[in-house]
């Protein structure tokens, strides 16, 4: 059924929302020896702080958390009808599924709203910064985009810029955390946990599961494993040549001499825009949010500590951080309120700039 929490949503509807909780089949990858989404920090499990913001949040309709289902049950007693538990099925992409075709099925007799063409949110269970504003604020900022492309996109990736990213790096008596960006000639920027798709108009979303198993940059391992993958895929030779060069840009940054300067001019957004559309076969968009929360989750047990250590202090920076004036219902953006509303306006005009581009080299 299509809801509207507020007299007016960034859609036409509120959104349905997954959240991956899913236990790495891999031992070493958990934390403390337990799947990330029941690691507790200030007295709450990670995938109930993740659902409470979601439910507060005025853009989200129904809630669906896949991951081991017994024990989401027993660690999340007296959940509303609108939280839905899935049983895990394996890896990230058959857990995204499980969870998409859940969300298809209790829309499937909604009059005049397509299962293929309505959005869904999707995030992980360890972003314990995440709030209700920092969601809604990213949803309206997608449907923004999605509006000024003149198309549904396919898929639209949350990305946070080096600005919001520094008021978390450690201080000289105080923890921190400080991981590689993508060097970008607009910005540095590092991908923020959270995404709205619509999964059906991706012909390519089998790549998901190669892109996220080797999406840990800074180990050239894994950026020869994924540059060899693009291969068989559309634009697959320019992917593979990105994905290079990207990282060369990354290990010449601190210097910053004459070919980092040539590398990270060539490292537009608009070309990454049209790689990306290319190999996962549907239009892609980036969506710069200034809530630099969304990129920290619980990457290693270091992580989890200083989490833990500077919660507190993370939190009141992200109850902090001002949102632009976009409103719900096609309300115009506001003028922005301070540095990081950039963020959005900065999206949108890179859209704009290059719809033509996009729209000749990509299979919808």
């Known amino acids: 059924m299509i809801t509207s929490h507020d007299q007016g949503n960034a859609y036409p ?8 909780a899913g236990t790495h089949q891999n031992p070493g990858r958990l934390i403390a020896g337990r799947n990330k989404a029941f690691l507790e920090i200030d007295g709450q499990i990670l995938i109930r702080r993740v659902v409470d913001a979601l439910r507060q949040a005025k853009e989200i309709d129904q809630i669906y958390v896949v991951g081991p289902a017994a024990e989401l049950l027993a660690e999340m007693p007296g959940l509303s009808a609108d939280v839905h538990i899935i ?4 890896k990230m992409l058959a857990n995204c599924w499980a969870g998409i075709e859940a969300s298809e099925d209790f829309h499937r007799n909604d009059p005049g709203v397509p299962v293929a063409e309505r959005p869904m949110l999707v995030t992980v269970c360890d972003i314990p910064l995440v709030t209700s504003i920092a969601v809604d604020d990213f949803v309206r900022r997608s449907a923004k985009v999605d509006a000024h492309s003149g198309f549904a996109n396919g898929m639209l990736v949350g990305v946070v810029d080096e600005s919001v990213l520094t008021p978390f790096y450690p201080l000289a008596d105080k923890p921190g955390i400080k991981r590689p960006y993508v060097e970008t000639a607009e ?6 946990n959270i995404y709205v798709g619509r999964p059906r108009k991706l012909t390519g979303y089998d790549f998901l599961q190669t892109g996220f198993s080797h999406r840990k940059a800074e180990d050239w391992r894994n950026v020869f494993k994924l540059a060899w993958s693009f291969f068989k895929r559309p634009q697959g030779w320019q992917a593979a040549w990105m994905t290079g060069r990207l990282q060369l840009t990354l290990m010449t940054a601190k210097k910053k001499g004459r070919f980092y300067r040539y590398l990270k001019r060539g490292n537009t957004e608009a070309r990454l825009e049209k790689l990306i559309s290319g190999v996962l076969g549907g239009p892609v968009s980036v969506v710069i949010t200034p809530f630099g929360g969304l990129s920290l989750d619980v990457d290693d047990e270091e992580d989890f500590r200083i989490l833990n250590t500077r919660f507190k202090d993370w939190m009141a920076i992200t109850e902090a951080t001002k949102t632009t004036g976009i409103q719900s219902s096609g309300a115009d953006i506001g003028q922005p309120s301070n540095h990081n509303d950039n963020a959005g306006q900065k999206a949108i005009k890179m859209t704009e700039s290059n719809n033509k581009k996009k729209n000749g080299s990509v299979d919808r």
Not at 87 to 90: A, I, L, S
Not at 187 to 192: E, N, S, Y
């Open 87 to 90: 049983d895990q099925r394996g």
């Open 13 to 20: 509807y509120s959104i349905d929302a997954l959240v991956l």
């Open 187 to 192: 910005g540095r920027l590092r991908l923020a």
